[in-house]
């Protein structure tokens, strides 16, 4: 999983079925120091509450889809869970 | 599985069920001299590891899932498997004791 920084929101009005009611966000990925690294992603929003500005964590690839309400469906990023700090371990 | 190691702990209230009473590890991967390669990835801890062990981090779905019990549909991918003792390379020690040799 990764850090990233929730930077917008998309609609997508005609999508996938399975895909209804799933919200998708666009996340830059963070690096450990939460300074911008990489591309934004659009992330499935697999807690229901992630929002504009908030730091959370998402997982890549088959697993985003399983944090869907519906897991077969075509979704590589999803956030998993919101951070309220990074701190030393 | 790759090597790595505990840096930093995320904490989080609001997360998937699957990380509920879980530790989730942010960790360096390092290089075979023991040294980060700048890349690192949020990981379930599932061996009790603490700050700075070199520890194993498998990045594989299935396994993953198998490990904490959360098969079939548990959105992890990334786990702590084991706590690294030595790790030598090429005949030379890069970890002893839980610890990177300088």
């Given at each position: 999983m990764q850090l990233g920084r929730v930077i917008g929101t998309v609609v997508a009005?005609?999508?996938?079925?399975?895909?209804?009611?799933v919200n998708f966000l666009l996340v830059e990925p963070l690096d450990k120091e939460l300074q911008p690294a990489g591309e934004p992603v659009v992330a499935a929003d697999?807690?229901?509450?992630a929002g504009p500005g908030e730091v959370v964590y998402f997982v890549a690839s088959?697993?985003?889809?399983?944090?869907?309400?519906?897991?077969?469906?075509?979704?590589d990023h999803a956030i998993v869970g919101i951070a309220d700090a990074v701190e030393d371990a | 599985m790759k090597i790595g190691r505990v840096v930093k702990t995320v904490v989080s209230?609001?997360?998937?069920?699957?990380?509920?009473d879980r530790r989730l590890l942010l960790c360096d991967y390092l290089g075979t001299d023991g040294k980060p390669t700048g890349d690192y990835t949020i990981a379930v801890d599932n061996v009790d590891a603490g700050a700075g062990e070199v520890v194993l981090i498998l990045d594989e779905g299935n396994s993953a899932r198998q490990m904490l019990g959360k098969?079939?549909?548990?959105?992890?991918?990334?786990?702590?498997a084991g706590i690294v003792d030595e790790l030598v390379v090429e005949g030379a020690v890069v970890v002893r004791d839980g610890d990177v040799l300088e």
């Open positions: 009005t005609e999508c996938y079925e399975g895909l209804e009611g697999g807690v229901h509450m088959r697993e985003a889809a399983l944090a869907c309400p519906e897991t077969f469906v075509p979704v | 209230t609001i997360h998937n069920p699957l990380f509920e098969e079939p549909d548990g959105a992890v991918r990334a786990v702590v």
